[in-house]
């Protein structure tokens, strides 16, 4: 007897507790609910966290996120409005606004990751192919650069555009938007995540960037070479300019010298006879000195100036 009121109050308990959990549910911060009774939508979604009811084993509780989600799109080739084929990577946060809109037409996340590849995919096609390239990969013109080598290279490659990516990708969101206002979704954010260029096409971008690059090197070093050669022209007739009055202050002094040698000589020949033989003297020494080395012999005569002072001095 025991035994079966233990089983009965078990059995009551499992009841009470299998009737709580399909009556009761709990709504967090991040989620929120669509109830469902075979499958039809009953009543507003719920949105504010805690503690709800429903009507149990006949109602369900369908949870939804309320936080902000990803939508990665795939790489695709697509060409531009200056028929250049480029890879397009974009990315987008989106968010569920309407969840009972959402419930009937998308059903979960699946359906609506589906529903976005469908619409962000081609709005991304249609709007690549009505712009040029330099649309897609620039938002504002560039300033031209005043002077200089590079300048007259690259300001000749300069385009203005009239719309940039920022505003190419406001404009597929707004597209985006207007076709699935009726989703129960809302497209937050959408970007451009990498643009390239096909692989002929690099290609052939390199080249022309190489060549480009040796046309300003090439320019370059033809203004370094001018500069160069003017730099050693100026060098040289600095140079020369410097020798030559060198030369002229040299000769100069030396013309001096010998005006003041001369005079000195003079003054000192027109002394006393003592003072003109020594004079003498030393004019003989000194032309000696300046013509007789180590290896010259020497043969004197007896009526040499050279042997009148040697016989003197003996």
């Not at 709580?20 to 039809?40: L, M, P, R, S």
């Not at 697509?78 to 989106?94: G, L, S």
């Not at 969840?99 to 009937?104: D, T």
């Not at 033989?277 to 007789?292: R, V």
Request: charged share 30%.
């Amino acid at each position: 007897m025991k035994d079966l009121k233990g089983t009965i109050l078990l059995i009551l308990a499992g009841a009470i507790i299998l009737v709580g959990t399909q009556t009761f549910f709990i709504v967090n911060e991040t989620n929120q609910v669509v109830i469902t009774q075979f499958g039809e939508p009953k009543g507003e979604e719920i949105t504010e966290p805690g503690l709800k009811f429903k009507i149990p084993f006949l109602q369900r509780a369908n949870y939804f996120e309320k936080r902000y989600l990803e939508w990665d799109g795939d790489p695709n080739q697509v060409p531009t409005k200056d028929k250049v084929f480029i890879f397009i990577d974009t990315y987008a946060r989106w968010q569920i606004t309407d969840p009972l809109k959402y419930f009937e037409r998308l059903g979960n996340e699946r359906g609506a990751q589906a529903r976005l590849d469908d619409i962000l995919d081609g709005e991304t096609r249609n709007a690549i192919a009505s712009h040029d390239l330099v649309e897609l990969i620039r938002s504002t013109n560039r300033e031209p650069i005043e002077e200089g080598v590079i300048a007259d290279i690259v300001n000749d490659s300069l385009q203005t555009i009239s719309i940039g990516r920022e505003e190419i990708q406001e404009q597929i969101q707004n597209l985006a938007n207007k076709r699935t206002s009726d989703l129960g979704i809302e497209v937050l954010d959408f970007r451009f995540k990498r643009i390239n260029y096909a692989e002929e096409v690099r290609r052939t971008v390199y080249d022309r960037m190489i060549s480009e690059r040796n046309r300003i090197a090439d320019k370059f070093r033809s203004e370094g070479q001018g500069e160069s050669s003017r730099i050693n022209g100026e060098k040289e007739r600095e140079l020369l300019r410097i020798q030559s009055e060198a030369f002229r202050e040299a000769e100069t002094i030396r013309g001096k010298a010998d005006a003041e040698a001369a005079a000195i000589y003079n003054a000192a020949y027109n002394k006393t006879s003592a003072a003109r033989e020594l004079y003498s003297f030393t004019k003989s020494m000194e032309t000696y000195a300046n013509t007789i080395d180590k290896q010259t012999s020497l043969i004197i005569s007896t009526d040499s100036e050279f042997y009148k002072y040697l016989n003197s001095i003996e």
